[in-house]
């Protein structure tokens, strides 16, 4: 079975390109691509990925849990977790890890708000 060899049609409206406009092509499609990745991750989270900033933050699995719970009882979720108590921190003056404990022990969710 021989292929049939459509190359040269398929690179007709690229072969009068020079190497920048081809690589300038190149970086507008890829944009094309990774745009709708990029908006899904900055506008959409999970419990899971909440839990593993905080985690990472320094607070144990228990606290976490609690942190995360409260988040989605109040629907804050979409602000991120970790935002949350980083944003409290800064808004009591106060350590991450203290506005963190106080959120995984049910305080200051309003101020959280």
């Not at 593993?52 to 609690?66: A, D, I, N, P, Q």
């Not at 800064?90 to 959120?103: F, M, Q, S, V």
Request: net charge neutral.
């Amino acid at each position: 079975m021989k292929r049939n060899d459509d190359f040269e049609l398929r690179r007709a409206h690229l072969k009068d390109l020079t190497d920048e406009q081809l690589q300038e092509r190149f970086w507008q499609l890829t944009g094309q691509v990774v745009d709708p990745l990029l908006k899904l991750g900055y506008e959409n989270t999970t419990p899971a990925i909440e839990r593993s900033v905080l985690l990472r933050m320094g607070f144990s699995s228990l606290e976490v849990k609690e942190i995360v719970e409260g988040a989605l009882k109040r629907g804050l979720l979409g602000h991120g977790a970790g935002n949350l108590v980083y944003k409290l921190s800064k808004k009591k003056n106060i350590p991450i890890r203290e506005a963190g404990l106080l959120l995984a022990e049910g305080k200051d969710w309003e101020a959280a708000v």
